[in-house]
């Protein structure tokens, strides 16, 4: 994916480490946006969980409430959407597309990750 043509927007900066969510991103005008996590080196026994999270309309950043996991389809599928949380274990780049997006949006989008041992990161949104 080149940058420029699908519009990429950092989530998490090259080098993340640790549990957080992570710069959110408005979606006011993407109507098909795109999501790349990205294992950038491992430690020993290396594991992390990743859920793809919007903000509600009128929510606070702040608030953990106001935040809600994103259902998300993957490239080779049609039809099974899942809300379920990604788990990463080696190096490498996990992309999933969020379902349903021209028929509800949110005020941002954002990675949380949780449960990062030794695991580097980042994450770009991708929308066109």
Do not use: C
């Not at 020993?44 to 509600?56: D, E, H, M, N, R």
């Not at 780049?93 to 989008?109: C, H, M, N, P, Q």
């Amino acid at each position: 994916m080149s940058d420029s043509v699908h519009n990429a927007t950092p989530l998490a900066p090259k080098g993340s480490v640790g549990n957080a969510r992570h710069a959110a991103h408005g979606l006011q005008t993407e109507q098909r946006v795109g999501i790349a996590f990205v294992v950038e080196a491992v430690g020993a026994t290396p594991t992390a969980t990743v859920t793809i999270q919007g903000l509600k309309l009128g929510g606070d950043p702040a608030v953990a409430g106001d935040w809600v996991d994103i259902a998300y389809v993957d490239a080779d599928s049609t039809l099974a959407a899942s809300k379920a949380a990604i788990v990463v274990t080696a190096v490498g780049r996990t992309v999933k597309y969020l379902d349903g997006t021209a028929l509800r949006f949110f005020e941002s989008i954002a990675v949380n990750v949780t449960a990062n041992t030794n695991v580097t990161f980042s994450a770009n949104a991708y929308g066109e």
